[in-house]
Nanobody, 121 residues
Framework: VQLQASGGGSVQAGDSLRLSCAAS????????MGWFRQAPGQEREFVAE????????DYADSVKGRFTISRDNAKNTVYLQMNSLKPDDTAVYYC???????????????WGQGTQVTVSS
């Protein structure tokens, strides 16, 4: 199974982007899903996660109030809406999923290929 992420790009500070992620097996609904990011020279960090039924959602403090994670299981897609982007948000963003666990913070079994987000001031 592969997770396929898309939607990255280069924007100005204050702009918005929406990332999308889908499981190649068409069963995104079965995965606890989320996003991580990795900036140059830094470790990969947790951004957000969402439960299979969208009831449980969690964010890193650095993105709370600006980013929104959601999912449309009928469309086999998980989204990360990123508003009020800052230069510090510049990173490669990875979607991640788990079939077995109810979090992806430390238990992601599947990873996407990463999509670059660049925010200039």
């Amino acid at each position: 199974v592969q997770l396929q992420a898309s939607g990255g790009g280069s924007v100005q500070a204050g702009d918005s982007l929406r990332l999308s992620c889908a499981a190649s097996d068409g069963l995104t609904y079965a995965y606890y899903m989320g996003w991580f990011r990795q900036a140059p020279g830094q470790e990969r960090e947790f951004v957000a996660e969402i439960s299979r039924n969208s009831v449980n959602i969690d964010y890193a403090d650095s993105v709370k109030g600006r980013f929104t994670i959601s999912r449309d299981n009928a469309k086999n897609t998980v989204y990360l809406q990123m508003n009020s982007l800052k230069p510090d948000d510049t990173a490669v963003y990875y979607c991640a999923g788990s079939l077995r666990y109810n979090t992806i913070r430390s238990n992601a079994e599947y990873w996407g290929q990463g999509t670059q987000v660049t925010v200039s001031s």
